[in-house]
């Protein structure tokens, strides 16, 4: 189980980044982790899973989730499910206390290895996913183009600009960090 903690640093008494191994089967039939978000942090931006449901189980602190726009707060003991293409969002709904919160992704597919392989590039360039380089990022994301979408803008452009950053990331040898990706047929 891979364990991601979103805005903690060690000083602020969070533990560091901590990647587990994981299995590289995409038939798996789902993929749980532990997060971790600091007090007032966001998770990731506002994005869609097209072929997974995503559930969030609170075991500590408040959350805040958006799913389609609808705001919602969860306590400890909740958990609230995300059906495949519905867009969402969470963040700690506390100034003062960390989130803590098990996900679960089902199916698996290739989620497991686009989050470690997101999670590593972060580590290695400074801890914090905005701090993984932006070729990187495309290439991760190019190849599991059809699992999760970032809605903010049209599919058709998104595409071409992945693709092409994700190309140019190959040609100037910016994936060589990154393990590949056998996706099963």
């Excluded at 960390?98 to 580590?123: C, D, G, H, V």
């Excluded at 992945?162 to 590949?180: E, H, Q, W, Y």
Aim: glycine share 6%; aromatic share 6%.
């Amino acid at each position: 189980m891979a364990i991601l903690l979103i805005g903690a640093t060690p000083s602020k008494g969070f533990k560091p980044w901590k990647v587990a191994g994981y299995d590289e089967s995409s038939s798996a039939p789902h993929v749980d982790f532990e997060c971790t978000i600091a007090p007032g942090k966001n998770g990731p931006d506002p994005h869609i899973h097209p072929l997974q449901t995503e559930t969030f189980h609170v075991t500590g602190g408040q959350m805040k989730a958006v799913v389609n726009g609808e705001e919602k707060e969860l306590q400890t003991g909740e958990t609230i499910v995300i059906e495949p293409g519905q867009v969402h969002s969470f963040s700690n709904a506390s100034l003062d206390e960390p989130l803590n919160l098990k996900i679960r992704i089902e199916p698996a597919l290739n989620f497991q290895w686009y989050m470690m392989e997101a999670a590593t590039s972060a580590i290695r360039n400074g801890s914090r996913w905005k701090d993984a380089p932006l070729l990187e990022i495309c290439y991760i994301l190019n190849q599991v183009v059809d699992e999760h979408d970032f809605p903010r803008l049209p599919a058709p452009v998104k595409r071409v600009i992945v693709g092409v950053m994700a190309r140019l990331a190959v040609l100037l040898k910016k994936t060589s960090n990154i393990t590949s990706l056998h996706i099963e047929k």
